[in-house]
C-alpha cells in the first residue's frame, strides 16, 4: 500500500507469498469481496480465519484513512508475539536438552565401565571407578562379602597378602 498498489492487488500479492495455503485463499477470497465493493474489515470478519485484534485494526484504519499504518501496527504486534513466544519456548525447552543430554552422557559411561571392568554395578564397578584397579575391586567386595576376598583378575597382584578373612596390602 505504502508504495502506491490498489488493496485489491496488494492482497492478491500478499495471498501469493503466504505459506499457509488455507489463510492465503482465504486473503485471495477477501480480495474478491473487496473488489467488489466490501469494506476490508468485514470481508475479513466474514472468513472467520482473521484474528479479531487484525479486524478491529483494519476497521479503524478504513475509518480514519490510516489503513496503512494500522496494517503496520497489527504487522508489529504480531512480529512481538511471536519472537516473545519463540523466547519461552527456548527458555523452556533449554534445560529439558541439558537435562536429557546428561542422561545420555551418564548412561554412556555407565555403559562404558560395566564393559571394561566386566563386573556389575554398582557393587565391585563402584570400587573399579573409585580406584580404577583390579585390587579396589577386590577390597570392595572383602568388604561387601563379610570378608572374603575375589580378585577381579585372574593373576595375584604384587602387594597383596591373604589371610583368614582379612587383605592387607604391603
Given at each position: 500500500?505504502?508504495?502506491?498498489?490498489?488493496?485489491?492487488?496488494?492482497?492478491?500479492?500478499?495471498?501469493?507469498?503466504?505459506?499457509?495455503?488455507?489463510?492465503?485463499?482465504?486473503?485471495?477470497?477477501?480480495?474478491?469481496?473487496?473488489?467488489?465493493?466490501?469494506?476490508?474489515?468485514?470481508?475479513?470478519?466474514?472468513?472467520?480465519?482473521?484474528?479479531?485484534?487484525?479486524?478491529?485494526?483494519?476497521?479503524?484504519?478504513?475509518?480514519?484513512?490510516?489503513?496503512?499504518?494500522?496494517?503496520?501496527?497489527?504487522?508489529?504486534?504480531?512480529?512481538?508475539?511471536i519472537?516473545?513466544?519463540?523466547?519461552?519456548?527456548?527458555?523452556?525447552?533449554?534445560?529439558?536438552?541439558?537435562?536429557?543430554?546428561?542422561?545420555?552422557?551418564?548412561?554412556?559411561?555407565?555403559?562404558s565401565?560395566?564393559?571394561?571392568?566386566?563386573?556389575?554395578?554398582?557393587?565391585?564397578?563402584?570400587?573399579?571407578?573409585?580406584?580404577?584397579?583390579?585390587?579396589?575391586?577386590?577390597?570392595?567386595?572383602?568388604?561387601?562379602?563379610?570378608?572374603?576376598?575375589?580378585?577381579?583378575?585372574?593373576?595375584?597382584?604384587?602387594?597383596?597378602?591373604?589371610?583368614?578373612?582379612?587383605?592387607?596390602l604391603?
Amino acid at each position: 500500500l505504502g508504495g502506491g498498489l490498489p488493496l485489491v492487488t496488494a492482497l492478491d500479492i500478499a495471498a501469493k507469498s503466504i505459506g499457509n495455503r488455507r489463510v492465503a485463499r482465504e486473503v485471495v477470497v477477501v480480495g474478491e469481496r473487496v473488489r467488489e465493493g466490501e469494506a476490508l474489515a468485514t470481508a475479513m470478519d466474514r472468513r472467520g480465519v482473521f484474528p479479531e485484534v487484525a479486524v478491529k485494526m483494519a476497521e479503524v484504519g478504513e475509518s480514519t484513512g490510516a489503513l496503512q499504518e494500522m496494517l503496520h501496527t497489527v504487522a508489529d504486534f504480531y512480529d512481538d508475539e511471536i519472537s516473545t513466544s519463540m523466547e519461552r519456548f527456548v527458555t523452556l525447552i533449554e534445560p529439558v536438552l541439558l537435562v536429557a543430554m546428561g542422561i545420555v552422557i551418564a548412561g554412556l559411561l555407565l555403559m562404558s565401565i560395566t564393559v571394561q571392568t566386566r563386573v556389575p554395578l554398582p557393587g565391585s564397578a563402584l570400587a573399579s571407578i573409585l580406584e580404577g584397579s583390579a585390587i579396589a575391586g577386590a577390597l570392595w567386595e572383602a568388604l561387601g562379602d563379610g570378608g572374603r576376598v575375589e580378585l577381579l583378575s585372574p593373576a595375584r597382584p604384587a602387594g597383596l597378602a591373604f589371610g583368614a578373612g582379612e587383605v592387607t596390602l604391603r
